[in-house]
């Protein structure tokens, strides 16, 4: 397996090549460094008067380095730059508020979408191509080489043998997927097109 396919963000962007979406390549990062501890995931219940307490879903600084992956590294250094507050003792910053973050980002989602193409093909599991649409205009695309197809197969075999190829427990799993989306679609800049791969 080739270094860059260490990540569970590229081989998405690999596996859904040309239809690759931006806000999921990016909530996969997210979710990919908390399952590499550069993030820790965390629920703080704040207790309110004459209500139930209210629990929010936040993300805290974990114990080791951005990866090198400039598609983690990026995501990163946006969750970094995201509103934080100061929670006993701990900076934390609430996902939903994160989230909004990442989507005012300027083209946020053909940025992720373009970032993760350009690593697989520096890996050498893509290769640009010219097309021509309708036999008149030529478009460049991303098709898969074949070693990209090979590290698709490999990846493939290896699920069959896992169990999960999750580290989330299913419970941290629909809670994140649900805030991440609901806030990333209502912060999300009209001017981003969103962003598509390829081939």
């Known amino acids: ?26 909530k996969s990062a997210v979710k990919e460094l908390i399952a590499r501890r550069v993030l820790g995931a965390d629920t703080i219940e704040e207790q309110r008067r004459m209500r139930s307490p209210k629990r929010r879903l936040v993300l805290v600084n974990g114990p080791e380095p951005i990866p090198s992956e400039r598609v983690l590294r990026g995501a990163a250094q946006m969750i970094e730059s995201a509103p934080s507050e100061l929670i006993d003792g701990r900076v934390v910053r609430d996902l939903k508020v994160a989230a909004k ?82 806030a990333f679609d209502s912060g999300f800049s009209s001017g981003d097109s969103g962003g598509g791969g390829g081939d």
């Open 101 to 182: 973050h990442l989507a005012r980002q300027p083209n946020v989602r053909k940025r992720a979408v373009d970032t993760a193409l350009e690593e697989l093909v520096d890996a050498g599991l893509v290769e640009r191509k010219e097309r021509k649409a309708l036999g008149l205009v030529k478009v460049k695309v991303h098709v898969r080489t074949a070693a990209g197809d090979a590290a698709l197969e490999a990846d493939t075999s290896r699920r069959r043998r896992r169990d999960s190829q999750d580290d989330f427990d299913g419970e941290l799993d629909s809670s994140f997927d649900s805030s991440f989306d609901s």
């Open 1 to 26: 397996m080739t270094d860059a396919l260490r990540s569970l963000t590229l081989l998405l962007a690999l596996r859904d090549l040309g239809k690759s979406d931006g806000k999921a390549l990016l």
